[in-house]
T-cell receptor
């Protein structure tokens, strides 16, 4: 079975802190994605990556950056966390050409 | 641009059928998906339909696609309490392997 894991289920940070959210997939998928989920807004794509060291902006990249140094790992970075980044963050991956995305369990981030 | 809309809430009685609706705006969508999110979990693919199909049935699930109206629906027959979840529709338009998700519909199944 495909497994996508995220480093934390719950995280509480203070305004201005640098925050790292990590995602690991074990199926050698080329593509990885970071979304945030907010009530009434659904899932919005922050960043995605087609390959190691490659990244593309999604619909809401402002305030975020990403890193993909290894194929299996995709990190989301909040350089200076703000309260409006309090949200559920979901990571997903898929194989190139296969359109089903596999999701991790999510990280609920609270910024105080 | 891409925009996918769903109603936010649906409440049904156990044993009834549930119908969750979705409208999309991008006529070049090639695949349309339904994902389920149980409380505290990530999203899990339920079913999908190719844009050249009108209907797809998979056990208790029936997906209907009306391309002319850009309308997608998911019918769950004999709805059970375990079906309580948030249901997301999503479209794939072929650009960059990206999916565009709807706002999600919270399905509540009452006894």
């Amino acid at each position: 079975d495909v497994k996508v894991t995220q480093s934390s289920r719950y995280l509480v940070k203070r305004t201005g802190e640098k925050v790292f959210l990590e995602c690991v997939q074990d199926m050698d998928h080329e593509n990885m994605f970071w979304y945030r989920q907010d009530p009434g807004l659904g899932l919005r794509l922050i960043y995605f990556s087609y390959d190691v060291k490659m990244k593309e902006k999604g619909d809401i990249p402002e305030g975020y950056s990403v890193s993909r140094e290894k194929k299996e790992r995709f990190s989301l970075i909040l350089e200076s966390a703000s309260t409006n980044q309090t949200s559920m963050y979901l990571c997903a991956s898929n194989r190139q050409g296969i359109y089903e995305q596999f999701f991790g369990p999510g990280t609920r981030l609270t910024v105080l | 641009g891409e925009d996918v809309e769903q109603s936010l809430f649906l409440s049904v009685r156990e044993g009834d059928s549930s119908v969750i609706n979705c409208t999309y705006t991008d006529s070049s969508s090639t695949y349309l998906y339904w994902y389920k999110q149980e409380p505290g979990a990530g999203l899990q693919l339920l079913t999908y339909i190719f844009s050249n199909m009108d209907m797809k049935q998979d056990q208790r699930l029936t997906v209907l696609l009306n391309k002319k109206d850009k309308h997608l629906s998911l019918r769950i027959a004999d709805t059970q309490t375990g079906d309580s979840a948030i249901y997301f529709c999503a479209e794939f338009t072929g650009g960059g392997n990206k999916l565009t998700f709807g706002t999600g519909t919270q399905l509540k199944v009452e006894l």
